[in-house]
C-alpha cells in the first residue's frame, strides 16, 4: 500500500525534517523546543518513512535499544558529573563562551542532561516501532 | 584525602567494570590485573588509614542528598582498619590460589568481574559512615555473592544455593534497611559517628528495640545465625577460591561487622544481651553438631563456620570490653585458618577428585606437607596451643567467667545462673574439637580411601597461599604481642569507643581459662573416639526438622500463593486491567472528596474559597464539546477500528489548540507531537487486531461498561473541576525569576525539565525506558505465540 508519491515526498522531507529535529533541541534551552520535543520529532520523521514505504529499519541506523541505554547514561551522568565537582547530584552549571562565527553561545550541563533526554524519548519511540515493524 | 579514601572501594569497582570485555587478558593476565589493583587498593588503604592506628579516624563526606539524611560519608578507624588488611590481605591470596584452582576454560572474565565487584562492596561496607550508604554496600554483597556463588550455571545445586543466598540475605537486607530508616529518623541522623557519640539517648528512645531488632535480623542473616544458618552449607555448590573468600573472612563477616560497629550504641541494653549472646551462643551449638553430621567437606566447613560465628557473636553480645577484645581478635584468627583450610579442601578436592569422607582418608602419604598444613589450620580452630585460635579461645573462656561479666548488662544472668555460659563456651570447644578430628583423621589418616584419581601434591602457587596463612597462625601464637597487638589493640579500641590495651600472651598463668580449655579439648577428643569406630557409617542424630525444609516449605508456599492470585486478576483481558486501574483510581478519589465534603470523614478545615474560571468564548466552548461528543460517538458506536482513533487524535488535536490559545508555545509542540506519534503508533498494532470489534456484546455487560465508563468520567471531570478551582499559591513566579539567572535558559518549561525539577524527569525518562523494554518484550512474546 505504498504510494509512490508519498515515498518521493517522504524522502524529500528526510533531512528537513531532522533538521528541525536538531533546530528544536538546540534553540530549548531558550525558546519552545528542547530534547522531549525533538526526540519526538526525530521519531515522527522516521515513521514517516515507515508508512510511507513500509521500512523504518533502513532509516534508523543505529540500534534503538541502544539509544535508550546512552540516553540514560548520560543523563545519569551528567548527576554524577556534578558529585564529583562536590555539588549534590544534577546540580546544573552553565557558562557563556564565544565562538567564532557562532558568536555568543552558553554552556551547560543542563544542555547534556536534555541530550540525555532526547535519545531515551527518541530510542523509546524507536524501540516500539522497530518492534511492530519486524 | 577525600579522594583516596572514596578511591578504597571504587578502584576494584572500575575493575569489575571493564573485566568483562577483558577476556583476552587469559587466564594469567586476569587475576594479575586483580592481584595488582587488590594490591594498589591495599597500599592506599595503608596510606588513608595511617592516622587510625593512632587512634584518630578519618572521615570524608561528599554530599548525595543531603536533605534525607544520605551523605557519601566514609569512616576509616581501627575497626575498618582490621577488616581493610583481611579483606585486601585474604582476597590477593585467593586470587593466587584461583589463578592455579580454575580452568582456563571456565568463563574466567565474569568471575573475576564479580569476585572484583564483590571485594568493592566489602570494601564499601567497611569504610561506610553513614548506616543507609553500608545498607546500599550490604545489597551489593549479596547480589555479588549470588553471582559467585552461582558461578557454575549448569550445576542445579549452584543455582539453588545462589537463590536461596540471594533470598535469605536480601530478606535480612530489608530488614536491616528497615530497622536503619527508623533508627535514623528516630535519631535524626544516619551518621555512624554522630549515632556512636549519643549512645544513651539512642538506647532510651522508644522506637530503639523495632530498630535494633529489625538490624539484628539483617546482621543474623548475613552471618549465619542461626535460624537463618541453612543458605551457607547450601552455599558450598560454590567454586573453591569463592567458599574461602566469601565464608571465612569477608561476606559472612559483613554481619559480624556490623555489630562490632553498632556495639557502642546498643550493646549496654538488655535485648541487645540476650538476643545477641543467646542466638550467638545457639548458633554455635548448632553449627558445632552440624559439623558432625555432614559427610562432604567443603560443607564441614561451612559448620564450622557458623559454629565460629556463633562464638564471636556471642562474644560481641555479652557487652564487656574483654568480650569484645576477644572477639574482634578472634575475627582475625578465624579468617585466617579457615581461608586456609578452605583451600586446602579445594586442594584436596582438586588432587583426589573427591571431598566426600567414603572416599578419603590415608591421604598423609600422598600430600604429606597438605598434612602438616591442615593440621596446624585445624589445630588452631581447635584451640590447641600454641596457635592463634588458643589465644583468642583463652579470651573467649574468660569473657564468660562471672567475674568478668560484673559491669554488663547481663550481670543478673551471671549471679543467677554463673555457670551457663561457662558451660557453653565448653561444650561449643567440645564440638569445635571433635569436628577438627573428624577433619583431620577422616582425611588423612587410616587406610586409602578408593580415590576417583590418583593423589599428588598440588602446585606450589596453589600451596603457597595455605603455606602463608598456616605460618601466620603459628606466628601469631607465638609471637602475640609482636604481630596482633598493635591491629588487635587499634580495631578493639575502635569497637568499644575507648582507649583499652588487650594483652595477648601465650601463657596467662594457670587460671580458670585454662582449666576450661583443657576440658574442652579432652572431652572433644572422648566424643570423637567414642564415635570413630562408626566414623564413616552412622551419623549422630538430626535435631528435628531443619531450617532448610522450613525455607522450602515457606517458599513453596509463597509460590503457589502467588500463582493463584496472579492467576485470578492477570487474566489477559483488557477490561479487567482497565476496570482494575480506573476503580482504583475512583475508590482513591472518591475518599479524598468524600473527606472535603463531609467532615465526618476527617475534613478538619472550612472549604476556602473558589478560584475563578478562565473565561472561555461560548463559540469554543460549544466547538470543543460538540467534537468529545462525537468523537465518544464513533468509539462506542462504530465497529470500525480506525476511525476511532482518528477521532480520538482530533481530541488530542482541539487539546493543542487550547494550549495556543492560553499561550503555552512548548504544550502545543509537544502534545501535537505525542498526538501523532501514539495515532500513528496504535494504527501500526491495528495491523495485527481483527478489522472490527467484536460484533455482539451481551445486553447486560454493555450497560455495566457503559455505567462504569459515565462514572469514571464524571468523576474524572469533577477532580480536575476541583482542581482547577483550588485557590493556591503559585511557583510560576519563582521560576520565570530564576531561570535566567540561575540556570541560564530563556525557556522556563525546558529549564524546569532539565534543571530545577530534573530528577523527576530523570525518574519519567526511566519510566519511558522501562515501558519501552516492556512492550518490546510483549511483542516479541505475542510473536512467538502465534
Redesign the interface.
Known sequence: MTSLLLSMVARMLLPPALLFAAY?FFR??????????AG??T??TI?LQY?ATGRARVYAPVDA?RL?GW??AL??MT?IGA?IA?????T?V???VEIPLLGHV?A?T??L??L??FL??A???L???L???? | MKLSLLMIPVLPMILAGLLPGAGRLGHRGLPLACGAVASLTLLLALRVAAPAFSGHAVTAT?????ATGLN?TFLVDGLSLLFLLLILGIGLLIITFARFYLSPDENLPRFYASLMLFMAAMLGIVTAGNLLLLVVFWELTSISSFLLIGFWDRDPAARSGAYQSLIVTGIGGLALLAGVLVLGSAAGTFDITALAARGAEIRALPAMPIALGLILVGAFTKSAQVPFHFWLPSAMAAPTPVSAYLHSATMVKAGIFLLARLWPIFAATELWFYAVTGFGAATMLVGGWGALRHTDLKRLLAYSTISQLGLITMLYGIGTREAAIAATFHILNHASFKAALFMSAGIIDHEAGTRDFAQLGGLRRHLPRMTILVGLAAASMAGIPPLNGFLSKELFYEATLPAHMAESVGAGLGASWPWLLPVVAVLGSTLTMAYCLRLVVGTFFGPDGPYPQHPHEPPAGMRAPVELLATFCVAVGLLPALIAEPLITTAASAVVGAHVHPHLALWHGLNPALVMSAIGLTAGALLYAARRGSARQTLPPRLGRTASELYDVAIHAMMDGARTLTNRYQNGRLRTYVMTILGLLLALAGWHALQGIWPGAGATTPPPARMPMTDVPRGALVITLLTVAGAASVCALYRHRWPSILALGLVGALVAIYFAWLSA??L???QL??E??TT??VV??L?YLPRKTRAREPRRRLILDGAFALVIGASASAVIYAILRRPFESISGYHIANSLEG?????V???I???FR??D??GE??V??I???G??AL??AG?RAT
Open positions: 528544536l530549548g534551552h531558550n525558546l519552545p523546543g528542547g530534547g522531549f520535543v519526538l520529532m521519531a515522527a515513521m508508512v535499544r535508550i540516553g540514560l543523563a545519569v548527576g558529585l562536590g555539588q549534590p547530584f544534577l546544573s552553565f557558562g557563556h552558553e551547560s543542563a544542555s542532561f536534555d540525555g533526554v531515551v524519548v530510542g523509546v519511540t524501540t516500539i516501532l518492534a511492530i515493524e519486524d | 561528599i554530599p548525595w542528598a543531603p557519601l508555545p512548548d502545543v509542540l509537544t507531537l505525542v501523532s506519534v500513528i503508533l501500526l498494532v495491523y540556570a541560564g535558559g530563556g525557556n518549561v525546558n529549564v525539565l532539565v534543571d530534573g530528577y524527569t530523570l525518562i526511566t519511558l525506558s515501558a519501552a523494554l512492550v518490546l511483542v516479541q510473536r
